[in-house]
């Protein structure tokens, strides 16, 4: 289990994390989301040890992650911007990570050839965007890590070998139980192979719950009549007599509310985690505005 308990990080006058708490489980998939300047990165730093907290905790498995070289040996991170040695083939940096991970599988680096098919010579600086990604996640997933920690994972790749990276990181936690937390900007992506969400803004956790409990708690109500009394309405909009509602609530109870109101007409469907991203971000302030220019 990953875990940050009330940690705050300032840079300056600026606060970048505001007594953040947040829980990755064993053997989850968990999607960090957020806006930009959210506080994301600054939360990967610091669960990867990078960063030290200027107050709060950050563990995993109960022990402090900051200054803990046996536990980070056991986490994997593909940050957002990779970094790899000047002049450094894979075969260089297979060496490199091969004497800072215990468990490196040189025969899963060997067999990964056959997925990524990167040449083994050449300078990765010369590769493209998509290849350095792709020599990241080769090279990361030998390391055999209990927790695997990625920044806007497959950004460059294509689609194919975009559905490839998530068959590999799903296998290895249905066969390893790999702890595995995504920060992406990709909600669709999330919404496919993430069990657990948590949304992020100005540094501080706005909602934190499973998936499945996530998009059972939020709904939106197609309704033409009168609003029963008490719903807790994040947003509303209207065309012509029908109304547009997102509210929160059990599906169910909702049903039961709105059918005693009799109204014309109501439909309650199950929103997307885009969806429940925008509306729990303040719903029409975070929606695209029109500005003529």
Not at 44 to 57: A, C, E, N, W
Request: hydrophobic content about 40%; overall charge negative.
């Amino acid at each position: 289990m990953l875990e940050m308990k009330n940690v705050t990080k300032n840079f300056g006058d600026f606060a970048a994390l505001s007594d953040l708490t947040m829980t990755v489980p064993k053997g989850t998939v968990y999607g960090l989301m957020g806006p930009n300047g959210a506080g994301k990165s600054t939360a990967i730093r610091h669960l990867t040890g990078v960063y030290r907290p200027d107050s709060g905790q950050v563990l995993m498995e109960g022990q402090p992650v900051y200054e803990n070289p046996a536990l980070k040996s056991r986490i994997g991170c593909i940050p957002d911007e990779i970094f790899f040695f000047p002049s450094a083939s894979i075969e260089d940096m297979y060496r490199y990570y091969k004497g800072l991970y215990p468990h490196f599988d040189e025969d899963l680096y060997r067999r990964l050839f056959d997925v990524f098919q990167l040449p083994k010579k050449g300078q990765i600086r010369r590769f493209s965007k998509g290849m350095q990604k792709q020599a990241a996640f080769h090279l990361t997933l030998c390391t055999r890590p209990d927790v695997l920690i990625l920044d806007e994972p497959v950004d460059g790749l294509d689609p194919v070998m975009r559905r490839q990276v998530w068959s590999l990181i799903l296998s290895d936690v249905a066969q390893r139980e790999t702890t595995v937390l995504i920060s992406s900007h990709n909600l669709r992506e999330l919404e496919d192979i993430c069990d657990h969400v948590g949304i992020m803004d100005h540094g501080q956790m706005l909602l934190e719950r499973s998936l499945a409990d996530m998009q059972g708690a939020t709904h939106k109500l197609q309704l033409v009549g009168d609003t029963p009394e008490g719903l807790e309405i994040l947003h509303e909009s209207s065309s012509g007599r029908l109304r547009t509602l997102i509210v929160r609530g059990n599906a169910e109870e909702l049903s039961r509310r709105i059918a005693a109101a009799n109204p014309v007409y109501f439909d309650i469907l199950p929103l997307s985690l885009e969806e429940i991203f925008i509306y729990e971000l303040g719903g029409v302030n975070y929606e695209v505005k029109n500005i003529v220019l």
